[in-house]
DNA sequence: CCCTTATTTTGAGTAATTCAAAACAACGGC
DNA sequence: GCCGTTGTTTTGAATTACTCAAAATAAGGG
C-alpha cells in the first residue's frame, strides 16, 4: 500500500508512523481542509525547496517528479492553497506573482532592484497590521505590506566590480 | 500667440507672467529636459486631474481632448515621464500600474480591499528609506514602500447596508 | 468497491504591456 | 522665419502572465 520507492537514507521508520516528510506535507493540506494529490504535494514540495518563486518556475520544479503537470494545474494548486490560506500570495511591481509557504506571521519582503531576488524580513510588530497611518482618510485599515527595495549582497558585489 | 481660449476667473495676471496652468505643465515638462508636446501635456493634465490612474483611463480622458492620441503613445509618454522623475508609478497587487504626479516626497498609499480605489497616505518620516528593517540580509536598502489595505469609506457604508 | 464531488487536463481567450519600423513634429541654429 | 536633427508618435504586431470553461479523471467517505 506504501506509494513510495524512494531508498530511505536515515531510520526506517517501521510501526505505525509513516514516512514523515512527505506525510507532514500531506497533512498540512487535508489540514487545509483540501483533497491531497500528486501536484499539490509537488507544488508544496517546490515551494518548501524554493520560496519565493513564480508560478512557472513551480511548474518547471514540479514537471521533473510529475511530467504530465499542466501549468494550469500549478496555477489551480496555488489558487486553492492561498485561498485555504496555505500559501501567500505577493507581487512586487514588476514582477510575475511570487508564492510563499510561510503564512499568517506577516512578514515583509526586501527585493533587489537589480536582479530580482527577494528575501524574507521580520516584521519588528509582528501583528497586522503592523503600521497605522496618521491619517487613513477613513478607510478601515486591514493590513500594511511592507516592501523594501534594495541591492541583494551579489549585486553590491558585481556593480562595485563593474565601475572600477 | 497665447494659446488659451479659457475665461479666467480670478484675477487676471498681465505684464511678463504667462497664462499660469497651462504653461506651468509645459515647464514641468520642459524642466525635465523632455519636449513638450500636445499628448504630453493632455496626459499630465488628466493626471493632475484624475491621480492614481491607469495608462488606460489617461488614454480615455486624453482622447476627449486629442482624439488622435494612440494608447502606445500614452504608455510612451508615462514611461518618459517616469524615467524623468516628472511622474511615479505603483503597482499594487491586483491592478494594472497606476501613475501619479506626486513625486519625490516619499509617501504611502492605501487601497480598498473592495473597489480597489486608492488614496495618498501621508509619510511620518518623508524621506526614503522611511524605514529600516533590523535585517536587512546585506541588502542596500534604497527604499521603504508601504501599502496599506483596508475598506474605503464608501464600502463600509455599502457593506454595513447590505449585512442588515 | 462505488459514488459523489473536487481536481486536473485540454484548449482557448484576455488584459496589460512591450517591441519595432516608419511617419511626423519640436525646437535650436542659421 | 525656415530647416535639419533628434526625439516623439503612429501603426501594427507580439509577448507575458493569467483566467475561463468543458470534459476527463481521481480522492476519499460510505
Known sequence: MTTTELTQTSAEVSLSAPVPAADALADSIRAAGLKVTAPRLAVLQALADAPHSTADRLFTAVRADLPGTSLQAVYGV??????????????????????ERRVGDNHHH??????????????????????????????????AEVTYWGLCPACQVELATTLT
Open 78 to 99: 496555488l489558487a486553492a492553497f492561498t485561498a485555504a490560506g496555505l500559501t501567500r500570495r505577493i507581487e512586487p511591481a514588476g514582477s510575475a506573482a511570487l508564492f
Open 110 to 143: 526586501i527585493v533587489c532592484t537589480r536582479c530580482g531576488t527577494v528575501r524574507d524580513v521580520e516584521c519588528a510588530v509582528g501583528e497586522a497590521p503592523c503600521l497605522m497611518p496618521d491619517d487613513a482618510a477613513g478607510f478601515a485599515v486591514q493590513a
